[in-house]
């Protein structure tokens, strides 16, 4: 079993930057790869970014990429994503997500994941 809660969601104005975290607990055979996920309201969940545990492998949304960095403190079992350049367009609930395997070609999938936290909110005004 693996518990995951996130933190630092708020509201920022566009332009500005975020980074909200992931703290896991549990079992590290659980979750080889840990993932950032968004569900702004009344859109299907997305992945935002992926990275794997053992080596520190990252996969990107096309949407974030160059502007949202995903890194890990394996020693705290935690995940961070900085989110930089922020638009109105990320304005989403956050999800952290963990997965048994990683796949370069289904890691934004979100049936791909066996356990989520409750989300933190992130806002971004115009």
């Known amino acids: 079993q693996v518990q995951l809660v996130e933190s630092g969601g708020g509201s920022v104005q566009a332009g500005g930057s975020l980074r909200i975290s992931c703290a896991a607990s549990g079992s590290d055979a659980e979750r080889t790869s840990m993932a950032w996920f968004r569900q702004a309201a009344g859109k299907e969940r997305e992945g935002v970014a992926v990275?794997?545990?053992?080596?520190?492998?990252?996969n990107y949304a096309t949407s974030v990429k160059g502007r949202f960095t995903i890194s890990q403190d394996n020693a705290k079992k935690m995940i961070y994503l900085q989110m930089n350049s922020l638009k109105p367009e990320d304005t989403a609930m956050y999800y952290c997500?963990?997965?048994?395997?990683?796949?370069?070609?289904?890691?934004?999938?979100?049936?791909?994941?066996?356990?989520w936290g409750q989300g933190t909110q992130v806002t971004v005004s115009s």
């Open positions: 997500a963990a997965g048994r395997m990683y796949s370069p070609s289904r890691w934004g999938d979100r049936n791909w994941y066996n356990y």
């Open positions: 990275i794997t545990i053992d080596g520190g492998r990252t």
